[in-house]
């Protein structure tokens, strides 16, 4: 009998992996789901001195977001970081914005640098939380889009 294969991974990173890779993850689990594909998102920070200055576990903008959509917010977890072993075992990396992320990771993970998808979506600080979310809804749907029509994509 044959197994069926573990679906692949979408690495969603941020700084403080309570808010913009939140996100991300929450929307694309939910709609690959929808979509009938076989990919499952998890998400984790390139900065984990930041999460000190998390209240709580993941941001409120992020469950009052996903409420907004209809969306159940997964069980509360502690914010992540990220580590080699999660790029390892990621399909695809997608880190929310390049001008801030991308020296983090040419700095912590070099060989990384040009492997990540970078995306630009502003923090909190910079743009305002409807903005953000909506810009990562529209991001997510066309990696969605993009998985639907040609499913074995990296």
């Known amino acids: 009998m044959l197994r069926e294969a573990p679906p692949r991974v979408v690495l969603f990173l941020c700084s403080g992996n309570y808010y913009r890779s939140r996100f991300a993850e929450a ?3 939910h709609r690959a789901t929808a979509a009938g594909l076989r990919w499952v998102a998890t998400s984790a920070g390139l900065r984990p001195d930041h999460f000190r200055f998390n209240p709580g ?3 409120s903008l992020v469950t009052e977001g ?3 959509r209809g969306i159940a917010a997964a069980p509360p977890r ?4 990220v580590c080699e072993a999660d790029l390892e075992s990621a399909a695809r990396v997608i ?4 001008s801030e992320h991308r020296p983090v990771i040419a700095a912590n993970f070099p060989r990384w640098t040009d492997r990540v998808v970078y995306w630009n979506v502003e923090d909190v600080m910079d743009a305002a939380p409807f903005q953000t979310l909506r810009a990562i809804d529209h991001r997510v ?3 969605i889009e ?3 029509e040609a499913p074995s994509w990296l």
């Open 27 to 29: 929307i694309f689990n």
């Open 66 to 68: 996903l409420s907004a």
């Open 141 to 143: 749907d066309e990696l």
């Open 95 to 98: 880190a929310m914005k390049e």
């Open 57 to 59: 576990t993941i941001s």
């Open 78 to 81: 502690a914010p992540l970081a």
């Open 146 to 148: 993009a998985l639907v």
